[in-house]
């Protein structure tokens, strides 16, 4: 796929197929977001990709006791009959972090989540970005993301759902007129 046709292509997915990507594909995705810039060149982030269905859900109903309480724009019924899972069920979830130490480490995060979600629809993934987990909400769950592998001094900056869609994406809503020229 051309890199513009799959920028403007893209969307957030919120329904997954159980299906679990190939190793290969994961791979993929995960080496693009290797090769986002960084502050610096720093690379201080780390990417850990969840395939634990159990983990996922014990993840799930923690962040599901807390959003619940804090969160009123929440995504909490989006997943109708399937019931909570602030990823969507998708069958792999990579959480992002870095070490809050450097002053680049959320906009590091953020190139790599792109980098991630780009690489993935050129290949015929479906993703979507999940906040649950960043920043302050993060040391709600610290023992679960420890479990995981998550560096103890690291701020999770967002996570990404991965895996096949089970649905077409619902249609980008208008993008706004944010383009200034000054020639
Ligand atoms: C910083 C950030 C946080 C987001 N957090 C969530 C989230 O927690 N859950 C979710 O379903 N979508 C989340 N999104 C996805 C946005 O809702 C989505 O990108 C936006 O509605 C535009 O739709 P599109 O991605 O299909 O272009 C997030 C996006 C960004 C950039």
Not at 95 to 105: E, R
Not at 117 to 124: K, M, Q, S, T, V
Not at 166 to 172: A, F, H, K, L, N
Request: glycine content about 6%.
């Amino acid at each position: 796929m051309e890199a513009i046709e799959c920028i403007m292509t893209r969307r957030s997915v919120r329904n997954f197929k159980p299906d679990m990507p190939t190793d290969e594909e994961i791979k993929t995705v995960v080496e693009a977001a290797r090769y986002a810039p960084s502050g610096m060149g720093r690379q201080t982030w780390h990417f850990v990709v969840v395939r634990n269905k159990d983990w996922l859900d014990r993840m799930n109903e923690r962040v599901y006791s807390y959003v619940a309480d804090v969160s009123k724009t929440s995504n909490l019924d989006r997943n109708g009959a399937k019931g909570y899972s602030c990823n969507y069920h998708s069958p792999v979830f990579i959480i992002v972090s870095a070490d809050p130490q450097y002053g680049t480490s959320n906009d590091d995060c953020a190139c790599a989540l792109e980098n991630m979600f780009l690489a993935a629809h050129a290949i015929g993934l479906a993703t979507c970005w999940i906040n649950q987990l960043g920043k302050e909400y993060c040391e709600n769950i610290r023992d679960l993301l420890t479990e995981a592998g998550v560096p103890e001094g690291d701020m999770v900056y967002g996570c990404c759902a991965l895996g096949y869609a089970g649905e077409e994406p619902t249609s980008r809503k208008e993008r706004s007129d944010s383009v200034i020229y000054f020639d």
